[in-house]
C-alpha cells in the first residue's frame, strides 16, 4: 500500500514557531507531531511514502529520509491550491490501495 502525506502548507495559525520549522516538525511532549503519525503505520505493509511538500521542503526530506525506513517519494506542491490539489499531484504514483495521512 502507498500513503499519501500532504505536508505543503506553511502552518501560518501557528506562527510564529513554523517560520523555520515546517508544521510536521512541530515537537509536542518531545517529540515531532510526524513521528506520533508514523507510529501508527508501523505494522501496515507500507510500499512508499508519497510525501508532498512545500514550506521548508528541504527540511521535510532530510528529516523523513534520515528517520523512517521507508522509500519515499517527494513532489513539491509550487501553487498551493489546497488538500485536493495535493492529493491530485499523487495520482500518477498510486495504481493500487492508499492511504492518505494528514499530520
Do not use: C, S, W
Amino acid at each position: 500500500m502507498k500513503v499519501i502525506v500532504p505536508l505543503a502548507g506553511k502552518g501560518t495559525r501557528l506562527l510564529p514557531l513554523t517560520k523555520r520549522v515546517p508544521k510536521p516538525l512541530i515537537k509536542v511532549a518531545g517529540r515531532p507531531v510526524m513521528d506520533y503519525v508514523m507510529d501508527t503505520l508501523k505494522g501496515l505493509d507500507v510500499e512508499e511514502l508519497i510525501v508532498i511538500t512545500g514550506h521548508l521542503k528541504g527540511v521535510v526530506e532530510r528529516y523523513i529520509g534520515d528517520h523512517y525506513p521507508v522509500k519515499a517519494k517527494f513532489i513539491e506542491q509550487q501553487t498551493l491550491d489546497g488538500t485536493a490539489g495535493a492529493i491530485n499531484l499523487a495520482r500518477p504514483y498510486v495504481d493500487g490501495p492508499v492511504l492518505i495521512v494528514f499530520v
